[in-house]
Every structure is written in structure tokens, then in C-alpha cells.
């Protein structure tokens, strides 16, 4: 059964940086699609990031272009979400969630498997 571990999140201040984690386990991950989504409090979920299979397609939403990095290693089973610049309102809980197929899609009904999320608070 695919099972995603997310890591990384914390508390941090305005301008901070943060690296976030998502491993895999129990699938072909070299085969999947990866991607980055987050919510705020009342608010919907939202896709931040995503990359294909091979690692060589990336897409990022406007708010975070320029800011957040999308990377993966498929020899580790490893996705990463490199944030820099914070801002307050990059506060939500984080997910990185997988599709059975290579290409990025920004939708999160696109995507079959995700993980139990990580707080990121950026305090003003």
C-alpha cells in the first residue's frame, strides 16, 4: 500500500526558509507524478507545486513563483519543496500527494494517494 511522509514544517518568521520533505513507499515512485498542495484555515486546498516523473517538467502557482522550488530524487523516493521568502500568508498545513502517471496536473482530484500534511506557520 503507498504510504507518503511528510517532514519539515515548523514555525518560522517573515523572510525565513524552509525545506519540506515527502517520502514514498509502496509504488513505483520513478513512475508518479508529485505534488505540493496546501490549505489554510477556511480555506480550499491549493496546488503550490508540482513535477513530472522524470523531474525534468516543473510548475509552480503565481503566489509562490520565483519563491518555492519543486525537486524530487527518485533514486531516495524523495520529494522536495524548497521556501524561500516567506510570508504570513504562506501559513497552511502542507501536502505532498502523488498521481499513478507522470505528468503535473493542478488539480487535487487528479492525484491518488497523499500524505497527513505538515504545519507551516510564518509568524509577520
Do not use: H
Not at 525545506?19 to 490549505?39: D, E, H, I, P, V
Request: glycine share 8%; charged share 20%; with cysteine.
Amino acid at each position: 500500500q503507498a504510504q507518503l511522509v511528510e517532514s519539515g514544517g515548523g514555525l518560522v518568521q517573515a523572510g525565513d526558509s524552509l525545506r519540506l520533505s515527502c517520502t514514498a513507499s509502496g509504488l513505483t515512485f520513478s513512475s508518479t507524478a508529485m505534488a505540493w498542495f496546501r490549505q489554510a484555515p477556511g480555506k480550499e486546498r491549493e496546488f503550490v507545486a508540482g513535477i513530472s516523473s522524470s523531474g525534468g517538467s516543473f510548475y509552480s502557482a503565481d503566489s509562490v513563483k520565483d519563491r518555492f522550488t519543486i525537486s524530487r530524487d527518485n533514486a531516495k523516493n524523495t520529494a522536495y519543496l524548497q521556501m524561500n521568502s516567506l510570508k504570513s500568508e504562506d501559513t497552511a498545513v502542507y501536502y505532498c500527494a502523488v498521481a499513478r502517471r507522470p505528468w503535473v496536473s493542478p488539480r487535487a482530484d487528479d492525484y491518488d494517494y497523499w500524505g497527513q500534511g505538515t504545519q507551516v506557520t510564518v509568524s509577520a
